[in-house]
């Protein structure tokens, strides 16, 4: 009992890690390159940072959302199928 509960919270901390580092590595590209834009021309605009980032997750969320919503849904199913496994050995 106490291996599946450990498989089911790796199993999550994986899936959650797929799903963020599409919208974290894009998050963090735009803040290195309007960071690398202010350095150079020295504008120092807090909403500068904000928007390109806003824009830059929506578009990674639109593309890739499907793929994101699928590798989900997979994951709930498996959590679902083990149930009775779970269940057998409680």
Do not use: Y
Not at 5 to 15: D, F, K
Not at 38 to 57: A, H, N, R, Y
């Amino acid at each position: 009992m106490d291996t599946s509960v450990v498989e089911i919270a790796v199993q999550t901390m994986i899936i959650c890690a797929k799903l963020c580092a599409p919208i974290l590595v894009v998050s963090l590209a735009i803040g290195l390159l309007v960071s690398l834009f202010q350095s150079v021309t020295q504008i120092q605009e807090i909403t500068l940072t904000f928007v390109p980032k806003l824009i830059g997750v929506g578009l990674v969320l639109m593309l890739s959302g499907h793929w994101m919503l699928g590798e989900l849904i997979g994951f709930t199913n498996h959590l679902f199928d083990m149930v009775p496994r779970l269940l057998q050995t409680a």
